[in-house]
């Protein structure tokens, strides 16, 4: 179903028409002649489909104005107490003399010095050389080419008697021949002669070293020791420390410094540094002001809050804001009741006439029903504001489609 708005003009025009053109429901209608049924629109109209309506309507708001208060920024001042920590700083220097007599005791080590290190051999290098024993014989030949077709050959000097004899002449080129090979013989020369290995030559050093040095590197301990010298050794060393080593002898005792403390006054609850110790004492601290960063209404948990001077602002507790007080709904009714069609139209039977004709009338078109041909407006929606009065065809929902809320 569509959705359309009607004025109250129009809806009194679709009253009007419904009261008199035969818009009505057939209940509503007089009896018609005898010879139609009892319809106002006569016989042999068709059926017209009842078209529907609706009143919108619209919420009833009401607008809640903002809500402010003032806010401040608070403080408050609070009472400290200090506590008294100390710690020891520089400890009393008591010192222990300590003395023992030691001997100076030398070991005795030795090692090899290589005066000239081994050389190992090397054999003879050397290399095949080819001799002539017997050099070759070799003759010289010279190249001919005959005049008539260009063929070469060789031949020793002075052949075919003379350079035009039998069309062969000589082209100036000449080659050695080998006539007889040479005799050699491989000979063995020697590039370098061979060197004998000759051994390793050292001798052994020794030395004293004394307990608790380095020894010489690449040395060994040939196991004897001696005593070079003796010597008295001498510490000071705080109470309760010993020298390293054996043969000490404690002596007697000097201070040599008094203890030196610090003391500090702490925030009750602060924790002092590592190796501080409460004394016990305590004293008034310097007061706290504790002061808020932002504005609010109400003070912050805790006593003595007090409002600072000047801090005041305004702000919103709630914002304005729209309250519905009715939601919007929608009303249904009949714009135009459906109507059924009507019987078909009977003529009197007169004579000639066989069987009886049935013609449909055709009354004029009802104010307010279109033709076939045409398009019927949907009258659908009225909006009425809350206080106005409603058209009398809105007055009540139909029975046929229920009220619908928004």
């Known amino acids: 179903m569509h959705s359309r708005h009607l004025t109250l003009g ?53 607008t809640v104005p903002a809500v402010t208060a ?10 400290t107490t200090e506590r008294e920590f100390t710690r020891e700083t520089v400890a009393a220097v008591v010192l222990v003399h300590w003395t023992r007599t030691t001997d100076v005791v030398e070991r005795e080590y030795s090692w090899t010095v290589v005066d000239r ?8 290098e050397g290399h095949t050389e080819t001799r002539v024993v017997r050099p070759a014989v070799t003759r010289t030949e010279w190249e001919y080419v005959q005049q008539q077709n260009g ?3 060789w031949e020793p000097e ?20 080998e006539v007889t090979p040479a005799v050699t013989e491989d000979v063995w020369v020697v590039d370098r002669a061979a060197v004998p290995a000759e051994p390793e030559q050292s001798h052994v050093e020794t030395a004293w070293v004394g307990d608790g040095t380095a020894p010489p590197a690449g040395s060994t301990s040939t196991g004897r020791t001696r005593v070079a010298s003796s010597s008295t050794e001498e510490q000071d060393l705080p109470v309760g420390e010993r020298p390293a080593g054996a043969g000490w002898v404690e002596g007697a005792t000097s201070e040599i410094s008094a ?35 932002t504005a609010t209404v109400l003070p912050p948990a805790g006593a003595g809050w007090t409002e600072l001077p000047g801090s005041d602002v305004d702000v919103v507790v709630m914002a304005a804001h729209d309250v519905v007080d009715r939601p919007a709904w929608v009303e249904d009714f009949i714009a135009v009741p459906a109507q059924p069609a009507t019987p078909a139209c009977v003529l009197p039977i007169e004579e000639g006439v066989d069987p009886a004709l049935l013609v449909p009338a055709q009354p004029a078109q009802p104010a307010g029903v279109l033709a076939e041909t045409e398009v019927q407006p949907v009258i659908e929606t ?19 489609l229920p009220s619908t809320g928004a």
């Open 259 to 293: 203890a030196e403390e610090e003391r500090v006054w702490l925030a009750d609850g602060t924790a002092p540094d590592p190796g501080f110790t409460a004394t016990g004492a305590t004293r008034p601290g310097t007061p706290v002001v504790e002061t808020t960063p």
């Open 117 to 124: 290190a081994a050389q190992p051999g090397t054999p003879e």
């Open 158 to 177: 002075g052949w075919n008697a003379g350079d035009n004899g039998k069309g062969w002449t000589p082209t100036g080129r000449t080659r050695d021949v």
């Open 151 to 153: 063929t070469t050959r």
């Open 382 to 400: 009225v909006v009425v504001p809350d206080g106005a009065v409603a058209p009398a065809t809105a007055s009540a929902p139909s029975g046929a």
């Open 70 to 79: 003032t806010a401040w920024r608070w403080q408050r001042t609070t009472a």
């Open 10 to 62: 129009t809806l009194a025009l679709v009253a009007v028409i419904g009261a008199g053109s035969g818009l009505l429901p057939a209940a509503a209608a007089t009896p018609g002649s005898p010879m139609t049924p009892a319809d106002q629109r006569g016989c042999g109209q068709p059926e017209i489909p009842a078209q529907w309506g609706s009143v919108e309507h619209p919420a009833v708001v009401h």
